[in-house]
């Protein structure tokens, strides 16, 4: 990639002249470094469930599937309101492990799931630590499955004290056997989704 960089932009001739740390200097500027984040999805985010095709619109960012993990600390992963909104609450150690799915996101794909959280306000994002079950993603440092990373979630503070009393799930469906099938944004009233 550096030759063709190097090539392109008719820098090949100079290159052994060049030293690294010039040639990095200008691969930066040319090719500014893309931040990317670990986002554990627990929820209508997987795959399978009504709003992954959220994670797939590359109009808002890019989305990298790396692996599927569970939280090292057990959560409480409920089901609440009336939109049926799976919810895990930041209690440690309450609840269950809960299980999802790790991806990298680039920055304005972070800013679009904030958004879509609702963040900070209905949703914080947190670090979790992680126990990985399947890794997909490649590159340095690749975990291997048994050992541990952290990654952003979208957990909550913002929950009424009930809601600890809720049945916990350690792996969430909207088409699960609960019968509290996920209400998609579309099929809601024209409210903002409303805590109940």
Known sequence: ?????????????????????????????????????????????????????????????????????RTVDKYPLVIAGKYNIPFLLNVPGEGQRVQGEIYSVDDPMLKFLDWFEDCPKMYQRTQVLLEIKEWVGEGEGTPKVGSTTEAFV???????????????????????????????REARDSDKYVIS
């Not at 063709?4 to 200008?26: A, D, E, M, P, W």
């Not at 500014?32 to 959220?54: D, E, S, V």
């Not at 979208?154 to 792996?171: D, H, I, V």
Request: hydrophobic fraction near 35%; aromatic fraction near 14%; include cysteine.
């Open 154 to 184: 979208y957990s909550t503070t913002a929950y009424k004290p009930e809601w600890l009393q809720y049945p916990t799930f350690n792996n969430y469906d909207s088409y699960g056997d609960h019968g509290l099938q996920y209400v998609t």
């Open 1 to 69: 990639m550096i030759d063709t960089v190097l090539h392109r932009f008719n820098l090949k001739q100079h290159s052994v002249t060049i030293n690294s740390c010039l040639t990095l200097g200008i691969l930066s500027f040319l090719l500014p470094a893309t931040q990317m984040a670990c986002i554990f999805i627990y929820g209508t985010l997987k795959k399978g469930q009504p709003n992954h095709y959220r994670m797939l619109d590359t109009t808002k960012g890019n989305v990298k599937f790396l692996g599927c993990a």
